[in-house]
Nanobody, 124 residues
Framework: QVQLVESGGGLVQAGGSLRLSCAAS????????MGWFRQAPGKERDFVAS????????YYADSVKGRFTISRDNAKNTVYLQMNSLKPEDTAVYYC?????????????????WGQGTQVTVSS
């Protein structure tokens, strides 16, 4: 089991940046694929990015490619999402998720563990 706690959300103007963090409990963090998802009001929870166990491989949704960067620090049991050039349509609750294995997957049903979410609001 792993418990996930997100932080770093907030209110930012369009064009600005935020860095989200997700701290994981347990000693097996480096055995999990980590992902970020987001859910806007009235919409489904959508894939944003995922990262391999060593951090050497990443996968992004087309909507954030080139603007967002996912990274991880296995020594700190933490995964990050650096968000640049933010747009109002990036406004959502952002969730961290974990799944055991080696394959980067975007399907939310494939992730076993979830954080409580952190709100990101981008004003125009």
């Amino acid at each position: 089991q792993v418990q996930l706690v997100e932080s770093g959300g907030g209110l930012v103007q369009a064009g600005g940046s935020l860095r989200l963090s997700c701290a994981a409990s347990g000693r097996t963090f480096n055995t999990y694929i980590m992902g970020w998802f987001r859910q806007a009001p009235g919409k489904e929870r959508d894939f944003v990015a995922s990262i391999g166990r060593s951090g050497g491989s990443t996968y992004y949704a087309d909507s954030v490619k080139g603007r967002f960067t996912i990274s991880r620090d296995n020594a700190k049991n933490t995964v990050y999402l650096q968000m640049n050039s933010l747009k109002p349509e990036d406004t959502a609750v952002y969730y961290c998720a974990a799944r055991p294995g080696t394959t980067l997957i975007r399907g939310r049903s494939e992730y076993d563990y979830w954080g409580q979410g952190t709100q990101v609001t981008v004003s125009s």
